[in-house]
């Protein structure tokens, strides 16, 4: 373990050239998610990209090796922003039971944003099939953290049983993956509270839920 030293040390001074490099990179992240996010990958050139960030092709290849490149660093941002919204959505939770449920109100209120265009994870996935592509690992990735945060909330629900717990993990992952699929096609943002309905029913009868069914679900 690393211990915090006594004495104050004044932060490095940052280079205007470094500020400038930066904020490219991130224009070019910006404008990738933006068209990918909106008309997939593969249909999306580079040379887009780059008018729609204002930058050179050099400015590019100077932060990124290739476009698949630039693709994980845009999934990687947006898993970062997700992660980050459930997270105050579930810290504002009152109980593990809620906590669990705050995962479908994020839904509902990603279903209806006016840049839901489904899920650009899956739909990296689908377009870069090889395991060994960067989109699709970086797609990989996500998914795993997203079972990870299941598992963790019903492993807290009272009186959770392990197999229990795992089984209503991998059954809410099915619920959240085709309300995304469901409302992207079928431009329906209610499904997310259908699913949150259904998960409202699974978690009552695991053996560490509690009545949590109510006029909304």
Known sequence: MIEPSSHPVA?????SS??????KREQLVDAALELFGRDGYRAVGIEAVLQ???VAKMTLYKHFRSKEDLIAAALNRRAAEISAEISAKVAAASSPTERILALFDWLESWF???GFHGCLFLKAASEYPNPGDLPR????AFKSSCRELLLELCSALPGAVPAAT???AAQLELLIEGATVVAFLQRQPDAATTARRAAALLINASPGG????SSRG
């Open 11 to 15: 932060p490095a001074p940052v280079s």
């Open 18 to 23: 470094t500020t400038t490099s930066s904020g």
């Open 52 to 54: 729609r960030a204002g």
């Open 112 to 114: 209806r944003s006016p």
């Open 137 to 140: 690992q970086a797609a990989e």
């Open 166 to 168: 795992t089984q209503l």
């Open 210 to 213: 509690s009545s949590v069914l």
